[in-house]
């Protein structure tokens, strides 16, 4: 960060990830009419996805990414979950599993391939990033596309990607996620409902969008119009 920070006064423009991101620059200085907020572009697969029976959770396992807070908030559920990645609380995150009597119901995959990656974001039944913090949020963007629910932490940058396309609750609330989840659960039609709203609101981050907003940018800068 400091290094950026003394580099700042040299950048015509500064792309970021979110408007969230685009904040926390200009409170550290950095003029507002020079930043722009350039969403990272999601593909948005044609393929027809099916309504599965598990809930999916990627990412790295780290504090940040409040992952137990969804493991104490399954307590409150029948459904079973699958963690996908890798990381230093892996271990402190199946003990609390099996602290909790949920090893039956919570499944820690570790790293999967690109291809298992995609097909599980296809065959699950929703979503869940439960994050402390969130510049982006690239995952609820890969799920969104898919035409998922996504239940989502109300922090950083996620409410910006999910909008009224899914559920946002507070971080750490183990409450609120296993009532969210449980509604989403036991109400096909929301689920369909939200997933194609999902869908329809990835569109704004396609590569072709953020194709065409880089272009114009690049254009700016170089005085073409």
Known sequence: DRLFLRHLDKFDRVVCVSDYMKRDVAARGFPGERLLTIYNGVDVPNAPCKDGDYILSMGRLVRLKGLDALVRAMRGTECQLRICGEGPERRNLEKLSQKLG?????????????????????????????????????????????????????????????????????????????????????????????????????????????ARRTGELYAELAGVR
Not at 146 to 152: F, L, N, R, T
Request: glycine share 8%.
């Open 102 to 210: 949920l090893t039956d119901r919570i499944d820690f995959l570790g790293w999967i391939s690109e291809e298992e990656k995609h097909r599980m974001l296809c065959e699950c039944r929703m979503f869940v990033i439960p994050s402390v913090h969130e510049a982006y949020g690239m995952v609820a963007a890969e799920a969104m596309s898919y035409g998922k629910p996504v239940i989502a932490s109300n922090t950083g940058g996620l409410p910006e990607v999910v909008g009224d396309a899914g559920i946002l609750v507070p971080p750490q609330d183990e409450k609120a996620l296993a009532e969210s989840i449980n509604a989403l659960d036991h109400d096909a039609e929301k689920r369909l409902a939200l997933g194609r709203a999902a869908k329809e609101r990835m569109k704004a981050f396609s590569w072709d969008e953020v």
